[in-house]
Structure formats: C-alpha cells, structure tokens
C-alpha cells in the first residue's frame, strides 16, 4: 500500500490552491480594470457636464472630498488656445455649513484646461474640499464665466491605486497557473509511477519459463 492510501493523492492540494488564486485573480483583475476606468471616467465626465455659472457667484453645490479646480473662460471666441486667466484665488471664498473656510490656493504651475462647446476654460484656483458635503461659493469679481469639476488628479490617483491593485491579481494569477502547473504535473508522475509499478508486478508474477 503506498502512503496516498485514506488521503489527499500528491498534486491535489496544489491543483486546489492553484484554482482558487486563479480564480480570486480573475475576479480581482476584472474589478480592478472596472475600477481603473470608472475612476478616469468620472473626472472627465465631471468636467465635461459641470455647469457653467456667470460671475459674480454666489451658489451653494455639493462636493465630495478631494481637490476641485475653478476654471475660468479665457478665450475670445475665436480659434485657439486661450489666454490668461483674471480671478484671483483671493476672490474666491468657499465655506462650509458651518461658516468654516476652505483652503482656496492658486491652480499651480500646470495650469489645466477644459473645452466646452468651443469655449476654453482654464484653472484659476484649487479647492481643497475635507468631506464631503454642501458647500457655499463666492466669487465678487464679475463679468466672467467659471466652471467648478474634479481636479484631473483626482480621476488620475483612484485609477492609479486600481492599477497597481491589477498588478498585485497579475501576480497572484502566475502563482495560482504555476501552482496548477505543478499540482497537475505531479498528479500525472504518481500515476505514470503506478502504471510502472503494476507492469513490474504483473511480470514478477508471471509463470516462470522453461
């Protein structure tokens, strides 16, 4: 009697890990693809649909936590990129329920830019929003056209973490094949190991010649 006899016969439970990695991967990587354009779209969908308001505002909107960016209409109508942005971050005040302030800063040495319909927008300020919730948003200086969407960061960081949590189900889903792989190899060599057995048994008990 050999010592698989009452038990798991060798290469099983690597076939058994190596199905439920593969598995737990797929189904990781589809999330993770799921994810990865999901978080991309909804920034660029954001700021494809965020309304347009006219200056001077005063309006209260919902935000969810993360960075906003003000951007402002800088073209003339005419084709082409458009020019310098006139709001200063110190025009725009941004309070919570509470009356808190928001940090308000400037839009930085990149500066975005968006088209809506043939009109270019630029960023103006950044709005540093904590959570999420109802916001009140003031801008005095008048005779321009703003639009308030996700910064292009926030859209860029989420897809980033799906990424990489894509390339953590790439490695499992090689460790779940390649244990699949050897669990099947080793299930095939116990058996090649009988036949062989039985062959030389049958010939050993086999009548004896002459």
């Excluded at 073209?75 to 082409?80: K, N």
């Excluded at 500066?111 to 929003?129: E, H, S, Y």
């Excluded at 090689?174 to 060599?189: H, Y």
Aim: overall charge positive.
């Amino acid at each position: 009697m050999t010592g698989t006899t009452g038990g798991l016969r060798p290469g099983r439970p690597l076939v058994a890990w190596g199905a439920v990695l593969t598995i737990a991967a797929l189904l990781g990587g589809t999330a993770s693809v799921i994810g990865i354009v999901v978080s991309a779209g909804r920034s660029v969908l954001n700021a494809a649909t965020a309304p347009v308001h006219p200056t001077p505002l005063d309006r209260t909107m919902t935000f969810e936590e993360g960075s906003y960016v003000l951007f402002e209409r800088t073209d003339d109508g005419t084709p082409g990129p458009g020019g310098e942005t006139s709001i200063l971050p110190g025009r725009v005040e941004v309070t919570d329920t509470a009356g808190r302030r928001v940090t308000v800063t400037g839009p930085g040495s990149s500066r975005q830019t968006i088209g809506r319909g043939g009109r270019t927008f630029t960023g103006a300020a950044r709005i540093t929003v904590p959570e999420d919730g109802a916001y009140r948003i003031r801008i005095t200086q008048g005779g321009a056209e703003v639009v308030v969407a996700h910064d292009a960061g926030h859209g860029f960081i989420a897809a980033l973490v799906w990424v990489f949590v894509g390339l953590g189900c790439g490695l499992v889903l090689v460790l779940g094949v390649a244990l699949l792989g050897m669990g099947f190899a080793r299930g095939r060599r116990l058996q090649d190991g009988r036949r062989h057995g039985d062959g030389s048994r049958r010939i050993e008990s086999g009548p004896a010649g002459g």
